[in-house]
């Protein structure tokens, strides 16, 4: 078979579990990809395709290993891996080589997956964008902080990837490069073995080519069998609410756009959408998010700001020192609306099964100086909740624009299962 590295990672999983497709046919296929797009898109901080190659030839002799038997995985820098360097996007740890795997790395390769390589993150996974342009123009950013991550998939160059979100780290790249981006629960995925930039809101998260390759990945690493998403045709008049947020001063046309027009094909499709109101107190989330975001930081970075500071970026220095002056009272302030504002939330999802909002502003900003404005994901990371963005459109720059579809939290089975309808839908008016 041709082209193998255009499959979703849910056919390929397929054909690879019945020997229809080698593992090495697949490897060699992404390899290839990866040598004819990787000089204009910069979606890799590190790759071995020979190592590729030996271990997805190891497990063509052996029976299956699991879900991802045979599949290729991008990781993203942030995440240690044994075999591997990694680097977390700064020159401080240029010549870093972890003595283990990240725990979700590990889990991965238990689960039959070939970590292909590590895909560029932004510094830390903050603000200081690497070298990676977006793959559908590379005039413009591919978002951040897991930027190779969301170009490696949007390229073809492999079908899943991993990414993590602090602020809006998988959800804004997943809608700047035109892909699906899943950020679960906080705490469904183990941060162990991954840089710490915030502990309260650090989250591991995946990108594939469908709401069914990322619910398989989620299901592979966390042996929830509730994940998968098979069957959700027979979803019927799911409730849908559409909620513009308080930060709807912020959206550009292409994005009023997107939510007008899931607003429409949605409820065409049989489903219930009325438009939400959030409570009052969710207008602070945003800032809330931003402070809370740096004053852990600030203290996470303790060692390499004090014994490198002068390789870190501006903009991380600014954070930090951002951090350093926030009060504790106003920091656990924070903690304790964003904790009330969880509870708020939770009275909304007896009358839905899923909330719309907007990913980003609008189609990728031009230019790589920024990776752009996570201004419509602070509040629901800061949540906790289930967030996967929906990518159906262009906008006038043919640039992809999507939505994301939010749940509650821990209700990703529901959220995932009623979000892969609203793909289908979306992807098929």
Known sequence: MKNLHLLSASDAAGLLADRTVSAEEMMISCLERIEEAETEVGAWAYYNAEQALTSARVLDRIPPQGPLHGLPVGVKDLFDTFDMPTSYGSPIYKSHRPAWDAACVAATRAAGGIILGKTVTTEF?????????????????????????????????????????????????????????????FGMIPMAGTKAVSGSLDTIGFFGRSVADVSLFAKALTGRSNLGVAGTDSVNKPRIGVCRTYEWKFALPETEEAINNTHRLLERSGAIVTDITLPSDFSYLSVAQTEIMAYEAARSFTYEYQAHADKISSELLEMIHKGLLIDSKCYDAHQALAQRCRMLFVDLFPEID????????????????????????????????????LPFMRGSNGLPVGVQAIGKFGADAQTLRVSNWAFDILNNC
């Open 125 to 185: 996974a903050t603000y200081h964008p690497g070298k990676t342009a977006n793959p559908h123009n590379t005039l413009y950013t591919p978002g951040g902080s897991s930027s190779g991550s969301a170009a490696a998939v949007a390229s073809n160059m492999v079908p899943l990837a991993f990414g993590t979100q602090t602020a809006g780290s998988i959800i804004r790249p997943a809608a700047f490069c035109g892909v699906v981006g899943y950020k679960p629960s």
């Open 354 to 389: 899923l909330l719309i909002a907007p990913s980003t502003p609008g189609e990728a900003p031009r230019g790589k100086v920024s990776t752009g404005n996570p201004v419509f994901n602070r509040i629901w990371t800061l949540l906790g909740v289930p967030c996967v963005h």
